[in-house]
Structure formats: structure tokens, C-alpha cells
């Protein structure tokens, strides 16, 4: 699946998309032209410090951006995380529903065993 449809599956507009992948590019491409173009280094291995620092706030920006599209955009599943929602959802929640039979708290039922509506209803739905 590509990245758009993945962003409009999420709920994100065109214009969002578009914002958000060109800057990513943008960013993308600005370290690559930055390591080809920023003299961090003369060519014997010594590093110019002030360019060095540059190149690696650079570096770790580009990082995170491609982080955050990963989590955004539900690339990786990030179990230990959907663990922490459903736990604190629990804690909030008289009755939590699971995301799966393994995350689930002893007393929360998960999302695939949800109750069925019981046979029984109340006499207040079956009159007319």
C-alpha cells in the first residue's frame, strides 16, 4: 500500500498529504545534498566541529521525521505501545475492549470475543 493511501485511510486531506510527503522529500534530499555539500571535513579525516554539530542536528531530524511517518502511518506495529493504550484504557474505563487475547487485562474481554447481544432483553425493548 502506498503512502497516500495509507494517509487517506488515516483521515488526512489531499493538501496534508502532499505537505507531508514533500516535506519529508524535501528534508530527505536537503541531508543528501548537505553531505555532499557542507564541508564538515577536510579530506584527511579531521572533523570542522561547528559543521560536524550541523550535520548532525541534520542528521537526527531527517531521523525523526521518518519515525514519525512510520508511526503515523502504522508501517511498524508498535505492540508495546497498543499494550500501554489498552492498559491505561483499562484504568479508565469500567469495561475496556481489547486489542487482542494477549494485551488484555484479566478483567477485560477482547475485541474479537465481544458479547453477543444475550437472549434475554429487557422487557422495557420487547413491548410496543
Known amino acids: 500500500e502506498h503512502f497516500h493511501h495509507r494517509m ?3 483521515g488526512f486531506s489531499s493538501r496534508r498529504t502532499v505537505a ?19 564541508p564538515y571535513s577536510d579530506h584527511h579525516g579531521h572533523l570542522h566541529t561547528g559543521w560536524t554539530l550541523v550535520m548532525i542536528a541534520l542528521g ?3 531521523v525523526a521525521a521518518s519515525v514519525y511517518l512510520v508511526y503515523v502511518l ?25 486489542l487482542e487475547e494477549d494485551t488484555c487485562p484479566p478483567s477485560a474481554p477482547a475485541a474479537s470475543s465481544a458479547q453477543a447481544p444475550s ?3 429487557p422487557s422495557s425493548q420487547l413491548s410496543p
Do not use: H, N
Request: glycine content about 2%; aromatic content about 12%.
Open 20 to 38: 507531508y510527503l514533500y516535506a519529508w522529500t524535501l528534508m530527505l534530499a536537503g541531508l543528501a545534498l548537505a553531505l555532499r555539500f557542507v
Open 74 to 98: 502504522e508501517i511498524l506495529k508498535f505492540r508495546r505501545l497498543d499494550t500501554v493504550r489498552v492498559w491505561q484504557r483499562a484504568a479508565t474505563s469500567e469495561e475496556p475492549e481489547c
Open 8 to 10: 487517506a485511510r488515516i
Open 60 to 62: 537526527l531530524i531527517a
Open 119 to 121: 437472549a434475554q432483553e
